[in-house]
């Protein structure tokens, strides 16, 4: 029952209605952060948080200088909220109800990027892989140092999501943390599967107003911050 009031009320759920989210990708669940958990059984945890979105875990501790940290599994969390103090912003997840059109209901806990009075913006990680490089041999004596790479990727979708708890995927995004020889790099490739949510989603006339702003400000929509300034843009036309 609860699960079900969070999907069909997660709109206006905290008072944060279309509060911004940083959307860009640096190496986090390295650090704690203070926050809160509220377990399916309604069971609430206040102290700090470690959302490691690498290996998809998430630890908790009562206060900072706790020796323990305790795992808490994904799918008993009802809500989670904490501050992110590498994207140095809020963030807020949730057990929602969704389903695809015409297909089943299934229970995930997503981020909640953003809310607006009749949908939200929402994104859930999944897909972890590692491919190596092979290390040079006796027969190949020369190489470039910067081939010889180990390359983590994670995988992200982005969903609309209707009042109903239908959600329909907008773009998906692969991170990579790239660890080579000579040099370590993060970069992520995004991949816009439907470019008519967003117009769907927003309207017409405003979705005019958001166009020009993004040919006007040069942003990619297929990068997830490009799409998050996207998306403040608009909320900042629906506030006035």
Request: charged content about 30%; hydrophobic content about 35%.
């Amino acid at each position: 029952m609860l699960k079900k009031i969070v999907a069909f009320l997660f709109f206006i759920f905290c008072c944060v209605v279309g509060q911004s989210q940083d959307m860009r990708n640096p190496e986090t669940g390295k650090r704690w952060c203070e926050g809160y958990l509220i377990l399916e059984d309604g069971t609430k945890f206040e102290g700090f948080v470690k959302n490691n979105e690498n290996d998809l875990t998430i630890s908790f501790k009562g206060y900072a200088g706790d020796s323990t940290a305790n795992p808490i599994r994904t799918e008993t969390i009802l809500f989670m909220e904490y501050f992110d103090i590498d994207r140095n912003t809020k963030r807020r997840f949730a057990s929602l109800e969704t389903r695809e059109k015409g297909g089943r209901i299934e229970t995930h806990v997503y981020e909640i990027i953003r809310e607006f009075e009749a949908f939200a913006v929402v994104a859930i990680k999944g897909g972890k892989g590692v491919v190596s490089t092979p290390k040079p041999t006796n027969n190949t004596p020369y190489y470039h140092p910067v081939d010889l790479t180990d390359v983590t990727y994670q995988t992200e979708a982005i969903y609309f999501v209707d009042r109903e708890g239908t959600r329909e995927l907008y773009l998906e995004v692969e991170f990579r943390n790239v660890d080579a020889l000579v040099f370590d790099y993060n970069r992520d490739i995004g991949k816009i599967i439907n470019p008519t949510l967003f117009s769907k989603y927003v309207g017409e006339n405003d979705w005019k107003k958001v166009q020009s702003y993004i040919k006007k400000n040069d942003i990619k929509l297929h990068k997830r911050d490009g799409f998050a300034k996207a998306l403040e843009y608009y909320a900042s036309l629906v506030a006035k």
